[in-house]
């Protein structure tokens, strides 16, 4: 069974590692983590630093906009939906209040 560490103890164990108080190897026997694993964090932070400094926009923003645009496609084909079962329940006869 793999270990499933939440972003936020990957985090706080990469600032501790960017800090080079203890070595890789202190840190890791510390947290139970092996030191390869701790590289590949540390890699992986180190490569999305340029996209927080972006001025592409705040990532909250981007995310609001994106959930903004889900909700609307789906209440749009809520709409779409009930249109079709209000003519099938029409049209097969189950619908008796449009009679």
């Given at each position: 069974m793999r270990k499933q560490y939440s972003n936020t103890f990957k985090a706080e164990v990469v600032k501790e590692l960017m800090k080079e108080e203890k070595t890789i190897s202190q840190l890791?026997?510390?947290h139970g983590i092996h030191p390869t694993q701790l590289k590949e964090w540390k890699r992986i932070?180190?490569?999305g630093l340029p996209e927080l400094f972006s001025r592409k926009g705040n990532p909250v923003e981007q995310?609001?906009?994106a959930h903004a645009e889900a909700v609307e496609e789906l209440y749009a084909e809520i709409g779409r939906?009930?249109?079709q079962v209000n003519w099938l329940k029409k049209k097969s006869g189950l619908d008796v209040t449009s009679k």
């Open positions: 890791a026997s510390e932070a180190l490569a995310l609001t906009k939906l009930t249109t």
